[in-house]
């Protein structure tokens, strides 16, 4: 006879081992909100616990999987001590997903993830169950004090280390900005050309000047391009954010200088025939030197009244009579169109008023007094 084997035997001998670290499949037999029950043939059932099935915390484990589905796991503990075999679904997940960042690595391949956190030395951004860490100082082209106003935005990278050993994957988005920016400046600069009018934003000031954003590369509108006039300081000019209109001046390899001083807008076309030798003109002084006041006649024309001009009365310098700020008028006795110069006079006024003031009298009241002597003759007679 042969020899009979118990049921207990059979059931022993169908059901397969299993090993830590062992990939096997599972089908689903109980959800929880903490916990997913799992038959994968073995004498006892695998738990997948919330924590080992993904990475994020808020993850409702109903939604899911539902009963039957199956899933593919990772052996954790053949034995919890309590008889349970625990299982993770996200380390393997995250070992697929460490090959597939070292082939996109490889190839260098562009990927995009969203930041989930903005960290004080860089950017944790999620891309699957897989986390990468871009440093700050590849997060951009130029330095970000504030990362804070990434959160939550999909950002483009590319890969430079992967190392799942250290749990370091490493991320780059500065080469992505770098390239990006060299595309569009030379789009850009293959569309301009010297002369042509060309609206931009205001990006930086500085006391030299504006860096004025063009859409692809930045202009430099340097202080004396500005205006026809004097600008002291351009922060009292523009603001970070204004839409301005610009003509491109020059270009020089990759660099564009833009000027606002046009032909139309040049106070010196008409100026000639405004400030011809001769004719009086209002001013205001704008500064003072020594030997004399440099006088506004309009944005972007300024006069020299020389200290020897000031008046009729000796005036040992400009700011002991006028003062910055101070409307004058004064007389136009010399132009230079060429040089752009023009110089004034109060004098030759004050010696203009002071000849009427002589002359006046002399002319006026002669008759006046005739005419009184004539009246006190006929009345002595």
Not at 33 to 45: R, V
Not at 199 to 217: P, Y
Not at 365 to 370: H, K, Q, Y
């Amino acid at each position: 006879m042969s020899e009979e084997r118990s049921f207990g035997e059979l059931l022993e001998e169908s059901i397969v081992t299993i090993h830590n670290n062992e990939v096997v499949e599972g089908t689903v037999i109980g959800v929880k909100d903490s916990e997913i029950i799992l038959n994968i043939g073995y004498k006892a059932d695998g738990i997948l616990t919330k924590n080992e099935y993904s990475n994020n915390p808020d993850v409702d484990l109903t939604k899911e999987v539902k009963l039957d589905d199956k899933l593919t796991v990772k052996v954790l503990k053949v034995n919890d001590g309590e008889g349970q075999v625990l299982l993770t679904y996200k380390r393997l997940q995250q070992d697929k997903l460490n090959k597939f960042f070292e082939e996109a690595m490889e190839k260098g391949e562009v990927l995009t993830g969203k930041v989930a956190a903005a960290l004080k030395g860089g950017l944790s951004v999620a891309y699957g169950e897989g986390r990468i860490f871009i440093p700050a100082s590849l997060v951009s082209d130029v330095y970000e004090r504030d990362l804070t106003k990434y959160a939550g935005q999909e950002i483009e990278f590319i890969l430079t280390e992967v190392n799942p050993r250290k749990r370091r994957i490493i991320g780059d988005r500065r080469q992505l900005v770098v390239a990006k920016k060299k595309e569009m400046q030379e789009e850009l600069l293959s569309k301009i050309e010297v002369g042509m009018m060309i609206e931009g934003t205001v990006k930086n000031l500085t006391d030299f000047g504006a860096f004025i954003d063009l859409g692809g590369a930045d202009g430099l509108l340097h202080i004396s391009e500005m205006s026809w006039g004097r600008v002291e300081d351009p922060k009292k000019l523009f603001k970070v954010g204004d839409q301005v209109t610009v003509m491109i001046k020059d270009i020089v390899d990759t660099k564009i200088a833009l000027t606002m001083k046009l032909d139309s807008n040049n106070p010196w076309k008409t100026a000639p025939e405004k400030y011809a030798k001769g004719n009086v003109v209002d001013g205001r002084v704008a500064r003072m030197t020594d030997f004399g006041a440099f006088v506004e006649l309009e944005e972007g024309i300024d006069a020299l009244l020389h200290v020897s001009q000031i008046s009729i009365e000796h005036v040992e310098k400009p700011s002991d009579v006028l003062q910055i700020g101070q409307e004058i008028t004064a007389k136009v006795v010399d132009f230079n169109e060429e040089a752009k110069k023009i110089s004034l006079s109060i004098k030759a006024l004050e010696i203009e008023n002071q000849k009427e003031a002589e002359e006046t009298p002399a002319e006026e009241t002669a008759p006046e007094m005739l005419e009184a002597d004539d009246t006190e003759t006929e009345e002595e007679e």
